[in-house]
């Protein structure tokens, strides 16, 4: 089955014209799809992982850092009464989708079953980011196949010294990963579901960029999506010669691509470093919200768990208020780009702004 190379568009917004038309005539609008962090705790210390190494955000409230699995309790992930309410909430709201994410971990969230459930109950489709090891049948006993629409799993090598490396883990983790990504594919309906790898690169994985491409696609995902680590000072963490010769490596590995196997190199470095200087508005934060799991809603992921970007609290509020409430629109109108971190999300600004444009020009030349 040929998988789409559509599925990762910055141009998705085409499809919500209502909205659009909504949005230029100033009525507020639920947004399509929310991304929550269900968990704070990661039994994974990532290299790459932005909540967890000191000096790359400034967060108020931020995921905890990484402890040893026997430190973890169940107060450090959404409160239960939160979490089971926000499928209902979401229906009651017109938000058909979700993406479940962290933060920490979302699949050792103890009410991780409960709340599947809940999603089930209210057909909210899903889209889910795991590291994968504790993806069990008992989890999956609660999905509905018909709604998961997609799963990335962070992978990020193709042996178990490397994943070791760079997840900061034993190395026995990457044999039950795989093993649990091959239960995935064969449990899924792949009309239904796409499943694709992350490989985020650092110093320590780059030299398998080119054969991971081979790897992945002989497991049999759908996808590979390579992105550079996220790094404000634009280099990736690499040294120059380490992207030159990654930048080769993908080239490579792009070449493996098929129409039943889509590999996606997309290169951020500069995205992460510079200003919010090519789009003048924040369109992105009309269609999509997301929500820490101290049960705060931002307008983004880039700015979760920044003071000053809280556009709700579902301690207090409901979604449904949430979207029509004064302070929202407010938030929304008077947002600066230029204030926010580097934007890794510009395109669909960019197109969004373009989509918002009442008097485009000259738009008979296609």
Not at 24 to 53: K, M, T
Not at 124 to 130: A, F, S
Not at 325 to 337: D, I, K, M, P, T
Request: glycine share 6%.
């Amino acid at each position: 089955m040929a998988v789409p190379s559509s599925y990762l568009s910055p141009f998705k917004a085409a499809h919500h014209l209502d909205d659009i038309a909504a949005l230029r005539d100033g009525r507020p609008i639920a947004p399509r799809n929310i991304q929550v962090d269900l968990e704070a705790f990661c039994p994974h210390s990532c290299e790459f992982c932005s909540y967890r190494n000191v000096g790359w955000q400034q967060y108020e409230k931020a995921p905890m850092q990484f402890e040893e699995p026997a430190a973890r309790t169940e107060q450090t992930g959404m409160a239960r009464d939160i979490a089971l309410a926000l499928p209902r909430q979401m229906y009651m709201a017109g938000i058909p989708s979700i993406e479940i994410t962290g933060g920490g971990e979302s699949l050792v969230y103890p009410y991780i079953g409960e709340f599947l459930d809940e999603c089930g109950e209210y057909g909210i489709e899903i889209g889910l980011v795991t590291n994968g090891v504790a993806l069990r049948d008992s989890v999956l006993a609660h999905v509905r196949r018909d709604k998961l629409k997609w799963v990335r799993f962070s992978v990020d090598a193709i042996t178990d010294d490397v994943y070791s490396e760079v997840h900061r883990t034993p190395r026995v983790a990457f044999g039950t990963l795989m093993r649990n990504i091959k239960r995935l594919i064969d449990w899924r309906d792949p009309a239904v579901t796409l499943v694709g790898v992350s490989f985020v690169i650092t110093q320590h994985n780059y030299l398998q960029i080119a054969k991971a491409a081979a790897f992945f696609k002989e497991l049999g995902v759908d996808s590979v999506r390579y992105t550079y680590t996220f790094d404000p000072g634009g280099e990736g963490r690499l040294s120059k010669a380490q992207h030159i010769f990654a930048s080769d490596l993908l080239r490579m590995a792009k070449f493996r691509e098929t129409p039943t196997f889509r590999v996606f190199t997309v290169d951020r470095l500069e995205a992460y470093s510079r200003p919010n200087d090519d789009f003048s508005m924040c369109g992105y934060q009309h269609f999509v919200w997301a929500i820490g799991y101290n049960g705060i809603v931002y307008p983004c992921c880039i700015m979760k768990y920044h003071t000053g970007y809280e556009i709700g609290d579902l301690s207090k509020q409901t979604l449904k208020d949430i979207v029509l409430s004064e302070h929202r629109r407010n938030f929304a109108a008077h947002l600066n780009v230029m204030d926010c971190k580097s934007c890794y999300l510009r395109d669909k600004n960019k197109f969004i702004e373009y989509l918002l444009d009442k008097n485009p020009a000259h738009v008979n030349f296609v």
